[in-house]
């Protein structure tokens, strides 16, 4: 947490850029989601009374050049809403018609910048694109931690152009949590992890092994650990290739002590789709096991009274993926109790990145968690141990 914060600087008249992350999700050009620029709030509110005179950069989505239904003039309004004052969209993020709006603004007023990712060179983090990106500005906030994990020209080279580099409240408290808190966590630590894939989430599983007192596996993870195991898994979704890794992972937890929990039965249909047929599977200890044309889609009835008990015990519990195909109701019951098992917990509940946060988002309990992470391919790098360029580039405290 050594590195300088958005707290310790004096704006006061001076060009400040700040990268923000507002790749929102859109619908016929209509955000459907604005969680992203609300987030952002905070850091924008707290540098425009400090009479900053405020450039914003984003990308959003993956354009190809400069293709008009990634500008981010939806960003700009639902901004300008929200601050209750007037935020011009920039026509390109760099060039002259662009540097003369910078130059003409005054402190407490605010610029966005056109989708960064307008210009390859972004990506590329060409040092001459990241200069141009820089302008005039004597500062740098990053409060984008969802790219922290990238060495882009308006995350990584913009730091090379300008005086100071520091953290805005979101990237602060983002680090707070994922590395602070669970530096000594509050024991017994709990990790939940689900998602389809073990190779996904290998390095985090082995890194957190270090520190947790026990996991639970959920998701479509937890066939290929059974399938490793010797169970039938009929239609599911297995990892084939991954089957000794699985193994090692158990190994390695028996080794270290680790309470590795994997569903006890699981949630079977024939059908993907909304109101398709269910059933929970025996107990795998039972001799449980899913039969040919059936395909597990949640974890099961007894996996959830077990599940839900851990949770009530944990101090600490950090959650990344869900247990199931949460997004069909059908298929939602064993991530929703998860997540009310969460909202119930009076310790630390950390909710890391990704389709877990939607989920919490989805059941309307995301006031009810301690932290919810903005960043799913950040939030795993950071919890593997990894240096993320966004903020190693920052100006130390």
Request: aromatic share 6%.
């Amino acid at each position: 947490m050594a590195k300088l914060s958005i707290r310790d600087l004096d704006v006061q008249g001076k060009e400040v850029l700040m990268r923000v992350d507002f790749n929102v999700p859109l619908k016929d050009g209509v955000i459907t989601d604005d969680t992203r620029i609300q987030a952002a709030v905070p850091s924008i509110k707290h540098l425009i009374a400090g009479g900053a005179k405020l450039v914003l950069c984003s990308h959003l989505g993956r354009p190809k050049g400069a293709e008009a239904k990634y500008s981010l003039a939806p960003a700009a309004a639902r901004l300008s809403e929200t601050l209750g004052q007037e935020v011009k969209l920039a026509p390109d993020c760099i060039g002259a018609e662009t540097a003369a709006l910078r130059a003409g603004l005054q402190p407490g007023q605010v610029l966005l910048l056109e989708n960064t990712r307008f210009h390859a060179e972004e990506e590329e983090n060409v040092a001459s694109f990241a200069k141009e990106l820089a302008g005039s500005a004597e500062i740098y906030v990053n409060d984008a931690f969802g790219t922290a994990h990238r060495a882009h020209g308006s995350t990584e080279g913009v730091t090379h152009f300008v005086a100071k580099s520091a953290m805005g409240f979101l990237m602060e408290r983002e680090l707070e949590y994922l590395v602070g808190k669970l530096e000594n966590p509050e024991r017994p630590f709990l990790v939940i992890m689900g998602g389809a894939k073990v190779s996904d989430k290998i390095l985090v599983i082995n890194a957190l092994m270090e520190k947790a007192d026990a996991f639970l596996i959920g998701g479509a993870m937890a066939n290929t650990f059974r399938k490793a195991q010797g169970y039938h898994t009929g239609n599911s979704r297995v990892e084939a290739d991954k089957l000794d890794l699985a193994l090692d992972i158990l190994k390695n937890a028996e080794a270290k002590g680790v309470r590795f929990l994997l569903p006890a039965d699981t949630r079977v249909t024939q059908e993907f789709k909304e109101g398709a047929e269910t059933k929970c599977t025996a107990p795998y200890e039972k001799g449980g096991e899913t039969p040919d044309g059936w395909e597990g889609i949640d974890i099961g009835d007894v996996a959830i009274g077990e599940f839900v008990e851990e949770v009530a015990k944990a101090k600490t519990i950090l959650w990344n993926g869900p247990m199931g195909v949460f997004e069909l109701d059908s298929f939602a019951k064993g991530t929703k109790a998860i997540a009310e098992a969460l909202a119930a917990n009076t310790g630390v509940t950390i909710v890391g990145g990704g389709d877990s946060v939607t989920a919490v988002n989805k059941f309307g309990l995301d006031d009810k968690m301690t932290f919810i992470s903005t960043g799913g391919g950040a939030s795993l790098e950071l919890l593997e141990g990894k240096q993320l360029p966004g903020v190693a580039a920052l100006s130390e405290a």
